[in-house]
């Protein structure tokens, strides 16, 4: 997915499947410690704007991705910010309910930069997120 970028700077990527369920069923398989770490890696997650996600990409805890709630409407939405070398950088999480017993789920990832040097970087999260999708639509 290519790299999309606005007048201010910002810069961002995004991936989105459709799963079967409810959005509560879905948010459930998104917005939960349990949940995540059925589909994409073990996870722990503090559902309420100020909590904190926390991802365990090695069992020894030396590739944690933590980060901070900071929007938090269930079973719709939820942002994460954490820092990192190319900035903050936003994952907002989507669900949208569609006919037919399924939702779509988007991830959107933002990060503000002055040059391309992280776009690489960020437009393989956009196609890592389409294989974890296959995951979550097996899980659901």
Not at 17 to 26: F, L, Q, S
Request: proline share 6%.
């Amino acid at each position: 997915m290519p790299v999309r970028k606005d007048a201010a700077g910002n810069r961002s990527v995004e991936a989105q499947v459709d799963v079967p369920g409810t959005p509560e069923d879905v948010w459930n398989a998104i917005a939960t410690g349990p949940g995540i770490s059925q589909w994409f890696v073990p996870s722990e997650l503090e559902g309420r704007i100020g909590g904190t996600t926390v991802s365990h990409f090695a069992a020894d805890g030396s590739m944690d991705s933590a980060a901070t709630i900071t929007a938090w409407e269930p079973p719709k939405r939820f942002v994460a910010e954490a820092p990192g070398e190319s900035g903050t950088v936003a994952t907002e999480w989507i669900v949208e309910a569609k006919s037919g017993g399924l939702c779509t789920v988007r991830v959107v990832h933002r990060w503000f930069a002055t040059s391309d040097d992280w776009d690489d970087q960020f437009e393989g999260h956009s196609y890592g997120w389409i294989a974890f999708f296959h995951l979550l639509r097996l899980y659901l």
